[in-house]
């Protein structure tokens, strides 16, 4: 017999949790004609029961422990939005294990716990969406389980931190420093008090594990994943690559080369002409290559409580479909069935091949760029372009080499023998290229 009606319960009523309650209650008839019975909010629960979230919501709804919910008959759908790894992780489980489906924004737990969380739901016959962990209201994750099964992905380049790209995009249009910039954005709320997990690329990270987790088929272990911030980036480094025809972005990249995987998050300079160059501001970009329908770019907003809420409200959609009609667990939640994954070797970073852009801080003396090319030579590295302006005797100034396609170990062998030579008064500033070789 069918479902007279979904229960749904939210375990934590921040930002998120907000958004995602304030569509299910302003939406209900829409809702209710795309699933075909009533989705309901049963219960949410959140330390804080006092504050002003600005909701109506029914009496009892919320309350102060989360077990209330997991414990709650009447639930079908848990939706946790309370972050962090230990105490998510072990709701998660436990609403697997009681044989509720669940719905997580929760990137983080899923880049470094996914594959015990897809196992246990793929056991248990639940399932487990999490859209709204990837790019906000960017329907990427369904793209990838669905929209785009058919193809063998090849590679995903995302801009998927708005902070970062804020940044960026301001550093390029302003011509301020990083931290001038950093500290507008916080003012401004698109960066927090504490914006490491965003600048130094960690969050990236996080989003890119689980998209090549979904692409490739294969556990990715995010330890092994190679991640870089943007704090380095000056207004020097954007106006060399403006000069040279690119932009610079903070990308996650993954690619499947020679059957192992390639992924990596780090400043990236990009065409200034390609789609990616042109996504400013918080917004974020996924740019996905499959072998038979070539490039699928999704952009959008990349937070927030009503896009990330609209991420959560289509998972809850989805399963509530399902739970209807008797079809959980139609998609995998990995995206490939769990008996047809397959282990694949993450390449390390010093095995890539790039382009490169390096910016080095030198004493204005004779012979110098001659000592740098010798050792990039030696190195077998060759040099496409170059930027040098101006004399000062005696003085520091910058000198900008682009390269053609190195390998990273090489690269990296010859910085660590320029950076030791007497006439740099700084570490070489090192940024990868993504494009054509000339």
Same mark, same amino acid.
């Given at each position: ?39 309901? @909010? ?69 880049? @470094? ?54 940044? #960026? ?55 092994? #994943? ?23 972005? #903070? ?45 699928v770019i999704l952009c959008g907003r990349g937070a927030g409580d ?62 110098? @760029? ?69």
């Amino acid at each position: 017999m069918m479902a007279r009606r979904v229960g749904v319960g939210i375990i934590g009523f921040g930002t998120v949790g907000s958004g995602v309650a304030r569509i299910i209650l302003e939406n209900a008839r829409l809702i209710r004609r795309r699933v075909g019975v009533p989705v309901e @909010l049963v219960r949410i629960a959140d330390l804080d029961i006092t504050r002003d979230r600005g909701i109506q919501l029914p009496p009892g709804v919320l309350v102060n422990d989360a077990k209330q919910v997991l414990n709650d008959p009447s639930v079908d759908i848990v939706v946790e939005l309370i972050g962090g790894y230990d105490y998510a992780k072990r709701l998660i489980t436990d609403a697997i294990a009681s044989g509720k489906h669940v719905v997580t924004a929760n990137k983080a737990l899923l880049a @470094l716990h996914g594959e015990e969380l897809f196992e246990a739901s793929s056991r248990k016959g639940v399932d487990l969406g999490f859209e709204a962990s990837v790019g906000g209201g960017i329907p990427v994750i369904r793209a990838l389980t669905e929209g785009l099964a058919a193809n063998a992905i090849q590679s995903i380049y995302g801009i998927i931190n708005g902070t970062s790209n804020y940044i #960026l995009s301001r550093m390029s249009n302003e011509g301020h420093g990083f931290a001038e910039t950093l500290a507008e954005a916080q003012r401004a709320g698109y960066a927090e008090a504490d914006p490491t997990f965003d600048i130094a690329g960690t969050d990236s990270a996080h989003k890119l594990a689980v998209l090549a987790n979904l692409a490739f088929g294969t556990p990715i272990n995010f330890k092994e #994943l190679y991640t870089e911030g943007i704090t380095h980036i000056t207004p020097h480094d954007i106006a060399s690559a403006r000069e040279f025809g690119f932009v610079i972005k #903070l990308l996650g990249i993954a690619k499947l080369v020679e059957g192992e995987v390639e992924a990596r998050v780090h400043p990236t300079m990009v065409a200034s002409d390609s789609p990616l160059a042109k996504i400013e501001g918080v917004y974020n970009a996924i740019q996905l290559v499959g072998d038979a329908v070539g490039d699928v770019i999704l952009c959008g907003r990349g937070a927030g409580d009503l896009a990330a809420g609209s991420a959560v409200v289509s998972d809850i959609i989805a399963t509530a479909r399902n739970l209807i009609k008797g079809g959980a667990g139609r998609v995998p939640p990995a995206s490939f069935q769990q008996d047809q994954r397959r282990p694949l070797r993450m390449r390390p970073m010093e095995e890539i091949s790039s382009l490169y852009y390096m910016r080095f801080m030198v004493l204005d003396r004779p012979g110098v @760029l001659g000592h740098i090319a010798g050792e990039l030579g030696r190195c077998d590295i060759s040099i496409s372009s170059m930027l040098q302006k101006g004399r000062r005797e005696g003085q520091t100034v910058p000198i900008v080499i682009k390269t053609h396609v190195a390998k990273e170990r090489d690269v990296q062998s010859a910085l660590r023998e320029i950076n030791r030579m007497p006439f740099m008064s700084e570490p070489t500033t090192l940024i990868r290229v993504e494009g054509k070789d000339e």
